[in-house]
């Protein structure tokens, strides 16, 4: 499981605002080792997960991410999502003022702020 764990620590790294990693910055990022880190990578990297540039060496995410984000997608519709999270925030701030009132129409969510009345 440790092996996972340290697996999953590297594929954390990734994100929208630093989607392309080295073996050492990885190394220094996650704290593990450089071997560590590039056993890791190419086992990503056979699977499809991760894509390695052929001039700079360094890894980014694949095209089997996308094919699990589209699964989730087929699976969770993102209007419903974005649904729930408002209906929560305004059962939250009912009781307050502002209070927000939500609208889903045509399975478009839109939010408007406006001022109670005073009691």
């Not at 589209?70 to 009912?94: G, K, Y």
């Amino acid at each position: 499981m440790k092996s996972l764990r340290n697996a999953l620590r590297i594929l954390d790294a990734f994100s929208l605002e630093r989607p392309v990693w080295g073996v050492r910055e990885l190394s220094q990022y996650s704290g593990l080792s450089p071997s560590v880190v590039q056993r890791a990578l190419t086992t990503f990297r056979d699977g499809g997960f991760l894509q390695q540039c052929p001039h700079s060496k360094r890894y980014e995410p694949g095209a089997r991410f996308w094919e699990y984000g589209q699964i989730f997608r087929s699976r969770r519709r993102l209007d419903d999502i974005i649904a729930r999270e408002l209906r929560a925030l305004a059962d939250v701030s009912a009781a307050k003022s502002p209070s927000l009132l939500y609208w889903i129409m045509n399975r478009r969510c839109a939010c408007r702020w406006h001022r109670a009345p005073a009691p």
